[in-house]
């Protein structure tokens, strides 16, 4: 009997020193296969990690290699696509390789920006590669919301969404949400410009704006923007790429200058009407400009930008592969654009007659996912004349080079009694980009003009132009860098 419970007890403990030994094993198992797979885990996060830096290699590589052919940037000549690049550790020894498959972007045979896609694998593991891509470009005037040559006021019924650059002061008390820059230390700000009293040294941003943070001077001058020999050979370029790559050219209309001009409508197809002006009518104006039209201080001027008779030329095909016009006459513009295009109105021949640009109603772009683009380059003015919605909307970079941007000074007592209402408009949006020499103005302190103002710059324009929209700055960057 004590025989027979002595062999039960050796039994039970036999099959408990099993069971403990295959918990055992399968804890051991466990712990062993997290420690493998952690090990995994951590060398395929070192091999992505070396993978990216590989990658982007890759990129700073092929900056240096378009910097040092130039002739890529120009025409594309000398492009080499794709291109494999070996990168080596400091150290010793390769890291990886990154494979850079480049793409330009071609407007009248001129190259505008160079996309790149860089396919980085590190040596000590190709299977986690990783992939960057960034457009390598020149910054354009499209990454602000104003660009002005002289001293401005941004009164308090605006608001600006975008940075504001001015090479003169900065009377600043609209709400604004980005950065305020001025190229002066100090600058003399009078009751003209809401400094009241005169302050004969302001800094070079002063007012009640929203963000006082956010003003910087003196801050570096964009004065290239409006120097007459690079104006000129801007102009002179854009007629010749119009006319020898498959642009829309017009030389001048026929009849006396202020009764003549182009009438642009662009329509939601991606076509754009044209009409030739032969009359206009004429209203009395104020322009706080004053050198290049040689009046003095409250004088007023003629502004011929009612149509009254005009002749329809054609409805054509904006050319995709050069989406540039250049008129060597005025425009008038309103519509609405499908695709990217430039819009040139000046006289690089003829110094005697500097054309302005009207914005004669509203402006619109038929998406807004960054395919569609405006930009507006006028040799003197580009003005929004007198009769327009009450409600107007615009879309677009409009540049003037000599003259100014903005809506001029009407009073009834210089109008008929039909043109009153137009006087004192309700609401202007502006989304894009304003360059002017001259000081700006859509609003006037006796209440004309629009009420309210709404500038936002267009974040998509930013990036992705219209062709041949000047530049901010001749230095190439990347910019749009992201992992895909």
């Not at 990454?143 to 401005?152: A, C, M, Q, R």
């Not at 504001?164 to 820059?181: E, F, I, L, P």
């Amino acid at each position: 009997m004590k025989w027979h419970t002595r062999n039960m007890q050796a039994g039970v403990t036999v099959f408990l020193v099993l069971g403990f030994m295959g918990v055992f094993a399968i804890i051991l198992g466990t712990l062993s296969s997290y420690v493998l797979t952690q090990g995994k885990y951590g060398r395929a996060l070192y091999a992505r990690e070396v993978a990216l830096n590989v990658a982007e290699s890759g990129l700073e590589y092929y900056r240096w290699f378009l910097a040092h052919n130039p002739t890529i940037m120009n025409n594309g000549t000398g492009l080499v696509s794709p291109y494999t690049y070996a990168v080596n550790d400091p150290e010793g020894g390769s890291m990886g390789s990154a494979q850079v498959t480049a793409t330009t972007n071609l407007q009248c045979g001129a190259v505008q920006w160079v996309d790149l896609v860089s396919r980085g694998v590190a040596d000590i593991s190709p299977g986690f590669p990783r992939t960057l891509s960034a457009r390598y470009m020149r910054p354009s005037i499209a990454e602000y919301s104003y660009v002005v040559n002289t001293n401005v006021w941004a009164g308090a019924n605006r608001t600006i969404r975008g940075p504001y650059h001015s090479n003169g002061g900065v009377r600043m008390d609209a709400t604004h949400n980005s950065d305020v820059t001025s190229a002066a230390a100090t600058w003399y700000c009078n009751s003209s410009y809401g400094c009241n009293p005169t302050q004969s040294s302001a800094p070079g941003v002063v007012g009640s704006g929203s963000n006082p943070a956010l003003w910087t001077y003196p801050a570096p001058t964009m004065a290239d923007l409006f120097q007459t020999a690079a104006n000129t050979t801007y102009q002179l370029d854009m007629k010749a790429k119009a006319v020898a790559q498959g642009g829309i050219y017009y030389g001048p209309a026929s009849g006396s200058v202020n009764n003549r001009g182009y009438h642009l409508i662009f329509n939601p197809e991606g076509t754009v009407t044209i009409k030739r002006v032969s009359q206009t009518t004429g209203f009395n104006s104020y322009s706080t400009q004053f050198t290049y039209q040689n009046l003095t201080s409250g004088d007023r001027v003629r502004e011929y930008s009612k149509i009254n008779n005009e002749t329809t030329l054609g409805t054509f095909n904006i050319p995709a592969s050069c989406s540039l016009m250049f008129f060597e006459d005025r425009v008038w513009i309103e519509g609405t654009v499908n695709g990217k295009v430039t819009v040139v109105s000046a006289t690089p021949s003829d110094s005697s007659t500097r054309p302005d640009v009207y914005l004669n109603n509203n402006i619109y772009y038929a998406s807004y996912d960054g395919t569609d683009g405006l930009t507006v380059v006028s040799e003197r003015n580009v003005l929004i004349p007198l009769i327009v919605p009450n409600v107007m909307e615009i879309h677009g970079i409009f540049i003037a080079q000599a003259g100014h941007y903005g809506r001029d000074h009407f009073d009834t007592s210089d109008l008929s009694s039909q043109y009153d209402q137009y006087v004192t408009r309700s609401q202007l949006t502006t989304v894009g980009t304003v360059v002017s020499n001259g000081r700006t103005g859509t609003s006037w302190t006796d209440g004309t003009a629009f009420l309210t103002r709404l500038d936002y710059y267009d974040q998509q324009l930013a990036f992705s132009p219209p062709p041949f929209t000047p530049i901010a700055s001749t230095d190439y960057q990347f910019n749009l860098w992201r992992e895909q």
